[in-house]
């Protein structure tokens, strides 16, 4: 059943935002625009927010967030700033939509939450209001709100460069994490703008970064995190007694890799008090895109 007034369909539906871990992070230079020129590998997990999606009122075309994330402005928040961007793309007077996010992803821990609530928000609004654009689309108006939103837009596993933005699909091994988040919130400004972050990393072709030894890839900022911020430090310290433990993204969240779901959860059950986490699969399809699938 359709709407009579216009395009979109009229039950609600739910979509997941799943987090990403960044396998490995490499800094190989510096662009004039004064970003960093990166190399780093992205994996989805079964694991994210979830984020639904319900019509307003017939005579409402107004985007709402009920009920709004604490801490973050309407201007700033990337739910609303996805939706209305996508929105301001068409000529035409779209439904309104109520959006509504549960959060399981922690913010700023390096998992990508906001940019993958923003690609939700975009691939699920172009399902609810059947505009039919493609995933390039798609993906070109996720870069306009982060270098992290295309891949989430794209839905495979990638290798990125550039800022992240330029992306060849990649299949890393789908192995089970405990992913850890330490008692702090990292600036990730200030991690980009230290003296003494590693920023000339040599580049590396994509085939070389699923041979040999795992333990020469790592996260060139992990050593500048774990100088300022010692709840990390100790984070990686205690889970590395277990396996290589690595930073994702520019933290403040850590992760081990494991290769069967008891053997991360046998670590989980053992983690310190006063850090928080949870154990999940890598997937190379996201969640996002099997879900869709199902709804068309």
């Known amino acids: 059943m359709e709407r ?3 395009p979109g369909p009229v039950n609600d539906f739910t979509l997941p935002s799943p987090a990403k871990l960044n396998l490995c992070l490499h800094i190989v230079g510096r662009r004039p625009d004064g970003y960093h020129e990166l190399q780093t590998l992205f994996q989805f997990l079964d694991y994210g927010d979830d984020i639904t999606f319900r019509p307003a009122e017939e ?3 107004d985007i709402h967030l009920e009920p709004s994330i604490p801490g973050v402005a309407d201007k700033e928040n990337l739910i609303l700033r996805a ?7 068409q000529n035409q007077k779209l439904p309104g939509v109520i959006l509504s996010v549960d959060k399981r992803l922690p913010m700023g821990g390096g998992l990508g939450g906001g940019s993958s609530n923003a690609a939700t928000v975009l691939l699920g609004l172009n399902h609810y209001w059947q505009l039919g654009m493609t995933l390039d689309q798609l993906a070109e108006l996720g870069l306009q709100l982060g270098a992290d939103v295309p891949v989430f837009v794209r839905g495979h596993a990638a290798w990125g460069e550039g800022v992240g933005e330029r992306l060849t699909p990649a299949n890393p091994p789908e192995n089970w994490f405990l992913v850890l988040k330490p008692a702090c919130d990292i600036n990730t400004g200030k991690i980009f703008s230290e003296q003494g972050l590693t920023r000339n990393t040599p580049r590396i072709k994509i085939a070389p970064a699923f041979e040999g030894d795992a333990s020469r890839y790592r996260n060139d900022c992990e050593d500048v995190v774990r100088k300022l911020y010692p709840e990390v430090n100790q984070g990686l310290k205690w889970l590395s007694q277990f396996g290589p433990a690595r930073l994702t993204g520019t933290g403040a969240c850590i992760f ?8 991360a959860r046998i670590i989980w059950e053992s983690k310190p008090s006063g850090i928080t986490g949870f154990v999940a699969q890598g997937v190379n399809i996201s969640p996002l895109h099997t879900k869709l699938t199902e709804l068309t």
Do not use: C, I, V, W
């Open 4 to 6: 009579d007034n216009g």
């Open 59 to 61: 005579d409402n075309h």
């Open 83 to 89: 939706a209305r961007l996508l929105a301001g793309t």
């Open 256 to 263: 081990g890799r494991f290769p069967t779901e008891s053997a």
